[in-house]
Structure formats: C-alpha cells, structure tokens
C-alpha cells in the first residue's frame, strides 16, 4: 500500500523516526491506527513496535515461514518428554 500524507503529516512522521521514537515511518503510521482503533496504543512499548516493523519486514523479504511449520516447531519445542 502507498500512501502519500499531506506534507505536514509527512514532517511529524519524519521528526518522530529522526528522534528515534520508531525505527522507521511504517511503525509511526501502525502506531498511530492501532491508537485510533484501540484507543490505547499505550499497551505497545517501543520495543514492541520495533519488533512489530522488524517482523513485517522479514515477511515482507519473504523470510516468514508458513502457520503449519510454524506450529510444528512449537509443538516440538514445548512438547513434554
């Protein structure tokens, strides 16, 4: 998805990644929808946001794996002897 936001928002997007609040624009804009949506963005350190856009970007290089294997993996490591 593209987006092209009025300049100004673009600046306040810019300000909040140059001051290091988030690792990149993306984060800044799910930060600023899940605040509109929850009403409490607040839940989500920004640790978890960059962790949230590191997460999208894997997927994005096509470094995910699919839910299956996924599952597998968990099943094994959490399984009880």
């Known amino acids: 998805m593209d987006l092209s936001p009025p300049h100004e928002i673009t600046r306040i997007i810019d300000e909040k990644v ?36 590191e997460g999208n970007a894997q997927a994005d290089r096509g470094e995910g794996i699919d839910l299956d294997t996924f599952r597998a993996r968990m099943a094994q490591r959490f399984s009880r002897p």
């Not at 899940?34 to 960059?50: C, F, P, R, V």
């Open 18 to 53: 140059k001051a290091g609040h988030f690792p990149n624009r993306e984060a800044v804009i799910a930060a600023a929808i899940l605040e509109m949506h929850d009403g409490d963005a607040s839940q989500l350190d920004e640790a978890t946001i960059a962790a949230i856009s």
